[in-house]
């Protein structure tokens, strides 16, 4: 005689990927993603800036050294000058960083069976982490 399954029987955390899901890990990165950007946005610029002025004789800025270059900007386009173009940065790092806390934390929680409490193998943990 077979018997048969009842949906009931099945526990709901075992049913599906889905049930692992935990949409803070996605805004945790989405928040991440998106301060790092603006405090470091500055700093990209004139990483940015620096990589213009390559010496091919044309009319560029001249900065001696990264305090130069901040002074500069501010001066000439006031504090908005340091975070010019940060709004696609913000997006892009925060989109990127909210995917991969979300898939990560997901498939962890997928691989430890929904408790939190089983501890992953560091190999295991790090492939985790490259997907």
């Given amino acids: 005689m077979t018997e048969s399954v009842r949906m009931s029987d099945l526990k709901p ?26 405090l470091l946005h500055p700093l990209d610029l004139v990483k940015i ?25 501010k001066r000439e386009n006031g504090f908005r000058g340091l975070y010019k173009g940060v709004s696609p940065n913000m997006w892009g ?13 997901t498939m962890k929680t997928y691989y430890q069976g929904g408790d939190r409490n089983v501890s992953m193998p560091a190999g295991v943990n790090m492939l985790v982490g490259t997907m």
């Fill in 49 to 73: 800036r620096f990589e213009v002025n390559d010496g091919s004789g044309k009319k560029h800025h001249q900065y001696n050294g990264l305090w130069d270059a901040l002074k500069t900007i």
């Fill in 13 to 38: 955390d075992k049913l599906s990927l889905f049930s692992h899901i935990r949409w803070q890990h996605m805004l945790a990165g989405v928040s991440g993603g998106i301060v790092s950007t603006l």
């Fill in 93 to 105: 790092a925060g989109a990127a960083w909210g995917m991969y806390f979300f898939f990560y934390n």
